[in-house]
Each structure stands twice: as C-alpha cells, then as structure tokens.
C-alpha cells in the first residue's frame, strides 16, 4: 500500500538556522511529491511540488526540496528560518493510477526559538 | 471570487445521527477530495472524485458517504455507523490535465468541525 512517513513529529529551531524537515514515501511507481504549509487557523497552502526532471526544486517563501529515488525521500529545506515559518507541514504523494489520489503524511509541527 | 465552500463552519450532531457536510467550488476543476484532520494523524483521505457520476474510496471510508451529481459540489454525509466521527473535515479540489492527472495542487476549503455529543 502507498503511504508518506514524517518521522519528525515536532521540530524546535532558533530564529535564523537551517532547516531540514524529512518525508519518505512508499510506492511502486515514480511519486508526484508535495510539500504544504498549514499556519495556525488558516487553510493549507502549496509550498512546491515535483512531477519529473530536476530533482531539486525551488518553492515559495524560501523553500527548497530535493527528490532522492533510492532513499524514497523528499525533504523539505530552508537555509534560514523565520518566526513567521512557524506552522505544520505536511509531505504528500500523488498516486495516479486508474484514478487520482493524494495522501499525506502526518505533518510536522515546526516551531521557531527567538 | 474563485474558491472552495465548505459549510457550516461547526456543526454538533447527537449520537446515532446522520450529518452532510457541504463542499462547493467554482474553480471548474475535476478532482474533489474529502479528508479528515485529527491531532498528530494529518489529513486522512476519506473519498475523492475525478468526474461527475463517480468516486472511489480512500483510506478511511468506513461510516461515510458521498454523491457527486454536479462538477462544483460533492457533499459528504457522516453516518451514525461512523464510530468516531468527532474531526475536523477538509473538502478540496484539483485541476485534471493531461492523461487525467491531476495537475497536483489541491486547493482547500476552510474546513468544518464536526463535535459529537
């Protein structure tokens, strides 16, 4: 069966270090992958998505995450966090075979040290 | 403005009562999802629908329903065989490209929260 791991249940980090939020997925075929944002009382938002070619890509507000095939991983990564990055981010797969659905995994809790 | 409906907001429903929840979008997509939020779990997927007339499973069915007869509005019904229905529900919907993938952002609704008594 597909599924999406976040291992990391809550991450603490001070005010401008780097970041690196982990995601494994489980699937037989090449993965859509998603990264989304969800800020204390406000809807998920994208933060970037990978379908195919560089495995490295660029999303909003700083964000950047890298496809790696042979460890079934697509972290999500930030050089230097803000106070306003605090939220909970969710890792996603597309799974589109006769018909299309998207699994998440069970989100990471970010929280930002002054 | 373009969007995705969800309503009501709150909703409180007895035990052993069935309770629709409203999903509408005026996006013109395909695709529309439901799933459910709880603390620590993410977002579970519960139905999701890539045309009118026809929708598949997903993960947690299990005690609920849906209907999906118009492009714009695909409502979900928790029923009283549900056993732990007290959640925060999200409808969201995607657009359909080629080969009917979908395009791959989902946009969500604000969501409704159901507590059962």
């Known amino acids: 069966a597909q599924s999406v791991t976040q291992p990391d249940i809550h991450i603490t980090v001070s005010e401008g270090a780097s970041l690196e939020l982990r995601c494994n997925y489980s699937y037989g075929a090449t993965p859509y992958l998603f990264w989304y944002v969800q800020s204390p009382g406000q809807g998920l938002q994208l933060l970037l998505k990978y379908f195919s070619g560089d495995t490295l890509v660029q999303g909003i507000k700083g964000f950047e995450a890298e496809f790696k095939r042979s460890q079934s991983s697509f972290n999500l990564r930030k050089p230097s966090v803000h106070w306003s990055d605090a939220a909970e981010y969710f890792c996603?797969?597309?799974?589109?075979?006769?018909?299309?659905?998207?699994?998440f995994g069970s989100g990471t809790r970010l929280s930002i040290r002054p | 403005d373009g969007g995705i409906t969800q309503s009501p907001k709150y909703l409180f429903r007895k035990e052993g009562q069935n309770v629709t929840l409203s999903c509408e979008q005026n996006l013109n997509h395909d695709a529309m999802y439901w799933y459910r939020q709880d603390p620590g779990q993410g977002l579970r997927l519960i139905y999701y629908?890539?045309?009118?007339?026809?929708?598949q499973k997903g993960d947690i069915a299990e005690g609920y329903s849906v209907s999906r007869e118009k492009k714009e509005s695909f409502p979900l019904t928790v029923t009283s065989a549900q056993k732990n229905p007290t959640a925060f529900y999200l409808c969201?919907?995607?657009?359909?490209?080629?080969?009917?993938?979908?395009?791959?952002?989902?946009?969500f609704g604000e969501g409704s929260r159901l507590t059962v008594l």
């Open positions: 629908s890539q045309i009118v007339n026809d929708f």
């Open positions: 969201a919907s995607s657009m359909v490209g080629q080969g009917s993938v979908p395009t791959g952002e989902l946009f």
């Open positions: 996603a797969v597309g799974i589109y075979s006769s018909a299309s659905k998207i699994i």
